[in-house]
């Protein structure tokens, strides 16, 4: 082998070992497993309190969200963000039973919950990529997740206004929005997603059946969940979001 050749050879090996790192882990965060998928464990998922554990990267990306926001005198809160399998379980369960032992039918419970909570396993917090906020520095009412309160007068206006201009520059999109054609769960103008890392969390989890894992899990309530039942759910409280984050 000439020198030029070899040169020519040992440059195109360096090129390939410093790109094929990159291409790895490009690789790797498409690849998801079930546990990170519906709640059950994931590694990239940081924090030490229930309002601040998430995805690392989303984390990175509200920090700077927030810094920016508070050059306006919006302090951002964090009311609720990574939500675990377990922790779902315990709300949809405890809902259940509660609607159940009033006289309503299984069936009956089910579409109840539906209407404000999710399933465990179809939970979009799950992932650590979804974030539930207020203003700090605003009056705080009773019950903080009201559409109302950031509308018209209320308490979080500036903070949605601040929203709507600049939120997305920081990869989070507003996932249940106020469109009237739009199905499943209410409008949520506190709730956002950081798109970067959900979109590609959201392309796996289609691939999923998730009415067997749900079973398999022995989730209370989920025999009921017939192949229309979840069908109908899944296009309307899973899919039926903003088009930014599909």
């Given at each position: 082998m000439d020198r030029s050749t070899f040169l020519k050879t040992s440059l195109l090996s360096a090129l390939g070992m410093s790109v094929l790192p990159q291409l790895s882990f490009t690789a790797l965060q498409e690849t998801y497993s079930l546990d990170?998928?519906?709640?059950?464990?994931?590694?990239?998922?940081?924090?030490?309190?229930?309002?601040?554990?998430?995805?690392?990267e989303t984390w990175k990306?509200?920090?700077?969200?927030?810094?920016?926001?508070?050059?306006?005198?919006?302090?951002?809160?964090?009311?609720?963000?990574?939500?675990?399998?377990?922790?779902?379980?315990?709300?949809?369960?405890?809902?259940?039973?509660?609607?159940t032992s009033q006289g309503l039918t299984p069936i009956a419970a089910i579409e109840k919950i539906v209407q404000?909570?999710?399933?465990?396993?179809?939970?979009r917090h799950h992932w650590g990529t979804d974030i539930d906020i207020i203003d700090r520095n605003a009056p705080r009412p009773d019950s903080v997740l009201r559409p109302q309160h950031f509308h018209g007068?209320?308490?979080?206006?500036?903070?949605?206004?601040?929203?709507?201009?600049?939120?997305?520059n920081f990869g989070f999109y507003e996932v249940y929005t106020d469109d009237p054609d739009r199905k499943g769960f209410k409008y949520e103008p506190w709730h956002f997603s950081y798109a970067p890392i959900s979109i590609p969390m959201l392309k796996a989890y289609r691939k999923l059946d998730i009415k067997a894992i749900l079973q398999?899990?022995?989730?209370?309530?989920?025999?009921?969940?017939?192949?229309?039942?979840?069908?109908?759910?899944?296009s309307e409280n899973i899919l039926d979001i903003n088009p930014k984050l599909l």
């Open positions: 990170q998928l519906i709640g059950k464990g994931n590694p990239d998922i940081e924090g030490d309190s229930y309002t601040t554990r998430m995805h690392r990306a509200f920090q700077k969200m927030k810094a920016e926001a508070a050059r306006e005198g919006i302090d951002i809160e964090l009311v609720s963000s990574y939500r675990s399998f377990q922790r779902q379980k315990e709300i949809f369960e405890g809902k259940y039973r509660k609607f404000y909570s999710t399933i465990p396993g179809t939970s007068e209320g308490p979080f206006c500036k903070l949605k206004e601040w929203l709507v201009k600049h939120s997305e398999q899990e022995k989730l209370m309530g989920s025999v009921y969940f017939t192949d229309e039942f979840m069908s109908k759910y899944i």
